[in-house]
């Protein structure tokens, strides 16, 4: 049976702890999910929110969660998020958006600014692992 431990050491503060947790052990895990790169397009492959980091995060979040759904999991069994923005500026953008989709089981995270994604008008791409 999988056991999904969060935790932060209190000897390192967590300044946004409602966003994840330093750490995340998974024990017995009965599968691993890893997701490819997410992006801000719809079903059919469309831009979703040109210009809107915080649709864009949206549209990567529910894209993560369809993948996730298809595969057996769901929003909450993800245990490692990875985050590539072309702007970082956005932060508080990108977090009020997450925060509408990761409420109680909060997965480590990383943010990384780069200078483009695959497309034009791409703002954002998340990568997940999860455990289930």
């Known amino acids: 049976m999988t056991k999904i431990t969060r935790g932060d050491p ?17 024990d017995n895990p ?17 831009l979703v929110g040109p210009g809107d980091m915080a649709e864009q995060t949206r549209q990567c ?15 909450e069994d993800i245990v490692q998020l990875i985050v ?4 970082v500026r ?9 925060m509408e989709f990761f409420k109680d089981r909060l997965p480590t995270s990383t943010i990384v600014e780069v200078n483009h994604l695959a497309d034009p008008g791409l703002l954002i ?8």
């Open 10 to 26: 209190p000897e390192l503060a967590n300044v946004r702890k409602t966003v994840y947790h330093h750490y995340i052990r998974v």
């Open 30 to 46: 009965g599968s691993l999910i890893f997701l490819s790169g997410q992006l801000s397009r719809d079903g059919e492959g469309r």
């Open 61 to 75: 979040i529910r894209n993560m969660r369809t993948v996730l759904e298809a595969a057996g999991g769901d929003l």
């Open 84 to 87: 590539f923005t072309t702007d």
């Open 90 to 98: 956005q932060f508080k953008d990108i977090v009020a958006a997450r």
């Open 125 to 132: 791409e998340f990568h997940a692992i999860a455990a289930i």
